[in-house]
């Protein structure tokens, strides 16, 4: 995939999924929203949770399965967890008196177990009997999970999501659990109404009414980040979208290399951070993936490092080759690479703005699947445009393409690095140059395979 250079959106136009969640969802078969009721279900009560109460038990089966080590959880533990910054939304700043309420009216109500954290141990640690009382399956637990700290979601999100919890094989399997909670005599899940601009219906938890997304409940402190819709660009399928992004590139490439062909004169800190890939990847090969017009893999070249360039278009290789003759590019898919012919593996990758055509739902495969091709103690480096948008463009350097691209959410690439079994050595969040680029953030990730 081929990198997406800052440049490519000035005079674009914008097309902008947001719809904000409401508060309350007016679904069938949602159970009345009084304080401490339950509706009878087969075999069981499907609890109705205010805001908190949803936010403790989401945490706790959350944590259950991330961290068994140090489950059940403490009150510190609890807290952290609650008002984490990343997988939740909203961001909240819940207090010891008002968890340690909402777990006594859990546990009176049969929802949560409070025990001693061990012999002779004054510290209480707090477990969740919610999976118990619903009696759901792994994948159906995840799900609810999921729904319970983030709120409504499309089956796209909740697969991204639930990679940490549960490996869904695709989008369609996580459609089959859904189908499978909302089918009960008593339904836990329901797909609410899709609205005007969404591609992809969202679902939402059964279990009492949904917080409201205040200012804090994205990385960009707007609440219509819950609606956004990143799988859009997968309405035709994925060859489809490849095809579109092969040939917008194979389009601009001679012209993309005249204008962004210096570009890294003008900005210091990518220098910066692609000399420090270089020297951690020392004499092992380096990878530069969706490498466009080779400029970044010349860079990095000059170095002194044994650099390959890959890209989906010819046209951008052909570009590369002609520009850049003692450098090696290949034409390539980086979702399908390989380890290097001569090594165990890549000392490092980077990808620099290369995720910016995938939907949301594949991020996680995608880098999961770089990761896998980096030797031990190998880096990959992330350079990412975020936000929360899909920007079509028809135009481009007045050149006619059909061509989206994705901004990311931050929380999204950093937990999909993670579930990819790296170690994030450290992240960057910068802004836009002045009069250079346009006013969209970039996140930089640097991770690590373990040795």
């Given at each position: 995939m ?7 959106f000035?005079?674009?136009a ?13 679904v069938?078969?949602?159970?009345t ?9 087969t ?10 109460e949803q936010?403790?038990l989401?945490s ?5 399965r ?12 609890l807290r952290g ?8 939304e ?10 340690e309420?909402a777990?006594?009216?859990l546990?009176e109500?049969?929802?949560l ?9 004054r510290?209480?640690k ?11 399956d792994d994948a159906?637990?995840?799900i ?9 979601q499309?089956?796209g ?10 490996a ?13 909670l ?7 899940v329901?797909q609410?109404?899709r609205q005007p ?5 969202r679902?939402s938890?059964l279990?009492g009414?949904l917080?409201?997304a205040?200012?804090?409940a994205?990385?960009t ?7 956004i819709?990143?799988d ?9 979208r ?6 917008a590139?194979?389009t601009v490439a ?9 570009e890294?004169n003008?900005k210091p800190?990518d220098?910066?951070m ?5 020297e951690?990847a020392?004499a ?6 969706g490498?466009?017009?080779g ?8 170095t ?7 890209d ?6 052909e570009q ?7 450098v090696?590019?290949?034409v ?8 290097p012919p ?15 055509h ?22 990959l ?6 936000g929360d948008?899909?920007?079509h463009?028809?135009?481009w350097w ?7 691209f994705v901004l990311?959410d931050p929380?999204?690439v ?10 994030i050595?450290e992240?960057?969040l910068r802004g836009?140059?002045l009069?250079l680029?346009v006013?969209?953030?970039r996140l ?8």
């Amino acid at each position: 995939m081929t990198q997406a250079a800052p440049a490519i959106f000035a005079g674009a136009a914008c097309v902008t999924h947001s719809v904000t969640t409401p508060g309350g969802v007016p679904v069938s078969g949602t159970p009345t929203t009084s304080r401490g009721t339950t509706a009878t279900l087969t075999g069981m009560e499907r609890p109705v949770l205010d805001p908190l109460e949803q936010r403790v038990l989401g945490s706790l089966l959350e944590k259950q399965r991330t961290v068994p080590a140090s489950y059940p959880l403490t009150l510190n533990a609890l807290r952290g967890a609650c008002n984490q910054s990343s997988s939740r939304e909203p961001v909240s700043a819940y207090d010891d008196l008002a968890l340690e309420t909402a777990a006594r009216t859990l546990k009176e109500r049969g929802l949560l177990r409070i025990v001693w954290a061990g012999k002779g141990s004054r510290t209480l640690k707090y477990h969740q009997l919610l999976s118990e009382a619903l009696d759901v399956d792994d994948a159906e637990r995840t799900i609810l999970t999921v729904l319970l700290l983030r709120g409504p979601q499309s089956a796209g999100e909740l697969r991204t999501r639930c990679e940490r919890l549960h490996a869904f094989a695709d989008r369609g399997d996580v459609e089959v659990c859904l189908e499978r909670l909302a089918a009960r005599t008593i339904p836990i899940v329901a797909q609410l109404q899709r609205q005007p601009g969404q591609h992809e219906p969202r679902w939402s938890h059964l279990l009492g009414p949904l917080p409201s997304a205040g200012p804090a409940a994205s990385s960009t402190g707007d609440a219509a980040t819950l609606a956004i819709d990143r799988d859009v660009v997968l309405a035709q399928g994925a060859d489809a979208r490849d095809g579109l992004v092969r040939l917008a590139y194979d389009t601009v490439a001679s012209t993309y290399a005249d204008r962004l062909g210096e570009e890294l004169n003008a900005k210091p800190f990518d220098r910066w951070m692609l000399e420090r890939v270089a020297e951690l990847a020392g004499a092992a090969p380096v990878a530069d993936i969706g490498c466009g017009p080779g400029h970044l893999a010349a860079f990095l070249a000059d170095t002194g490092a044994d650099v390959t360039g890959f890209d989906l278009s010819p046209a951008m290789i052909e570009q590369a080759r002609s520009d850049y003759a003692d450098v090696k590019f290949e034409v390539g898919d980086f979702r399908r690479l390989l380890r290097p012919p001569r090594a165990s593996g890549w000392g490092a990758i980077i990808a620099w703005f290369a995720l910016a055509h995938l939907a949301g739902s594949e991020l996680p495969d995608a880098i999961a699947g770089l990761a896998r091709t980096l030797e031990a103690g190998g880096h990959l480096a992330l350079a990412v445009h975020i936000g929360d948008e899909v920007r079509h463009l028809d135009s481009w350097w007045e050149h006619p393409v059909d061509v989206s691209f994705v901004l990311h959410d931050p929380h999204a690439v950093k937990d999909a690095v993670a579930a990819a079994g790296l170690e994030i050595v450290e992240w960057y969040l910068r802004g836009p140059l002045l009069g250079l680029e346009v006013e969209i953030e970039r996140l930089y990730v640097l991770a690590r395979r373990p040795a």
